[in-house]
């Protein structure tokens, strides 16, 4: 199992619908997790930090995480048409404390 | 607040010769990281540091060395740069170290000949 795994996309999503992003990890014992997105030719931003279970709302995003499951996810409300880009989602491992990011997400909003 | 800063912005760059990107954050942040981002592969760290005088490896630290005489700056040196170097180096700073969330800098595209 790769350490960090999201879906490449592209998630085409209608304009003023629910984009739901997902990421999954293989370290159980993880502490911290983030959202970053990236435009293309730019530099990943951050959009979102969680660090305990359940959900950690913020604007129209809500970052949801299931440590038993071990997922982590994205949920992007009235999607607009800005919000298409890359979502990198990324990981502090428990075993040796580094931050592994996954390969992220292409997500498209169609107007 | 400029944030991080990074130069260039882009180079071209003859294989065989060495060459420092800069990287400057004004936040007083105590860490400092270098990605490189290729396609396909996702943003790897090269190095990192965790505060003024130290320094780590990191994923792919191979042909690169880092420096941190100071909070603010943390240049990244290719030796005797390669191709397999042509990539986007990405410099971040985080307040507290690897558990708390990071800043990326603008970027340099380097591309090795």
């Known amino acids: 199992q790769k350490e960090v795994e999201q879906n490449s996309g592209p998630l085409s999503v209608p304009e003023g619908a629910i984009a739901s992003l997902n990421c999954t990890y293989s370290?159980?014992?993880?502490?911290?997790f983030f959202w970053y997105r990236q435009y293309s030719g730019k530099s990943p931003e951050l959009i979102m930090f969680?660090?305990?279970?359940g959900d950690k709302e913020d604007g129209r995003f809500t970052a949801q995480l299931n440590k038993a499951s071990q997922y982590v996810s994205l949920l992007i409300r009235d999607s607009q048409p800005s919000d298409s880009a890359t979502y990198l989602c990324?990981?502090?491992?428990?075993?040796?404390?580094?931050?592994?990011f996954g390969k992220g997400t292409r997500l498209h909003i169609l107007p | 607040i400029a944030g991080i800063t990074q130069a260039p912005t882009s180079q071209i760059l003859a294989a065989g010769r060495r060459m420092t990107l800069r990287c400057t954050q004004d936040?007083?942040?105590?860490?400092m990281y270098w990605y490189r981002q290729d396609l396909g592969l996702g943003l790897r760290l090269i190095h990192y540091?965790?505060?003024?005088?130290?320094?780590g490896k990191g994923e792919v630290p191979d042909g690169y060395s880092v420096s941190r005489a100071n909070t603010d700056d943390f240049p990244l040196t290719l030796a005797s740069a390669v191709p397999s170097q042509t990539s986007v180096y990405f410099c971040?700073?985080?307040?507290?170290?690897?558990?708390?969330?990071?800043?990326f800098g603008p970027g340099t595209r380097l591309t090795v000949t």
């Open positions: 971040a700073s985080s307040e507290e170290g690897i558990r708390s969330e990071q800043y």
């Open positions: 370290d159980r014992g993880s502490q911290s």
């Open positions: 969680i660090y305990s279970n």
């Open positions: 990324a990981v502090n491992m428990n075993r040796d404390d580094k931050i592994i």
């Open positions: 936040m007083r942040h105590n860490a």
């Open positions: 540091s965790n505060t003024a005088g130290t320094t």
